[in-house]
């Protein structure tokens, strides 16, 4: 149980009156870097939602850092970067961080780390109305990494980046991992998920695998991750 970040029992959600999530078990070890894969709509932001504590669930339990998702004790330990990138417009970089470390009790001096960490040191003094798409997306992963919380949940923080800021953001993710950190990251790019330590994989609700990488590889008899994820579909249906 320590050993775990996240712990998901038997969770079930409903968003418009549907099962999204479909009684999902897995644990997060402390200090990976999972990967949250699976295409468009099988439930990655319900998922993550339920771990930060922002969704309403039908039933089963999400245990946070030893603690129920969304306890008030978890605010600060915990850090969610959402799809669509959460600053303010009329601000600049470094208002909106200095903003939000005040909100989170977090240093001023945190501000100067994670513009730094997140590449955006050039771009501190732009409003945000102003960055680019993958800017702003950076923006939002810098304010994610302010108080530096035990667990950051990251909804597709690489979409809109070229392949140069993706393999660097990567790297962070490591690097923060390789401080203590535990990161739960989402992605419907599986070339992503040759960087991650352990993998999800998600289909309409359900996981269909949940390994390391080089497990998947092994058990579906290939080295292209797509192909490996494909393959685990098509076993599954044989198996339904
Ligand atoms: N507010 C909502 N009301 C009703 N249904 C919703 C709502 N938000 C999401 N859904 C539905 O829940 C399911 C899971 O959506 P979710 O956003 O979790 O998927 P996702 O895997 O994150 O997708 P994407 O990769 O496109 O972001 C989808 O079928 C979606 O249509």
Known sequence: MMNCAVEVRDLRVARGGRTVLHDLTFEVPRGAVVGLLGPSGCG?????????????VQSGTVTVLGHSAGHRELRRRVGYATQNPAVYADLTVRENLRYFAAVLGAGRSDVDRVVEEVGLAGARDQVAASLSGGQLHRASLAVALLGRPELLVFDEPTV?????LRGELWELFHELAGRGATLLVSSHVMDEAARCERLILMREGRILAD????????????????QAFLKVIEREKVAS
């Open 211 to 226: 390994e390391t990488p080089d497990a998947l590889r092994e058990h579906t008899g290939t080295d292209d991750l797509e």
């Open 160 to 164: 809109g980046l070229d392949p140069v």
């Open 44 to 56: 990655k932001t319900t998922l993550m939602r339920a771990i930060v504590g922002v969704q309403i």
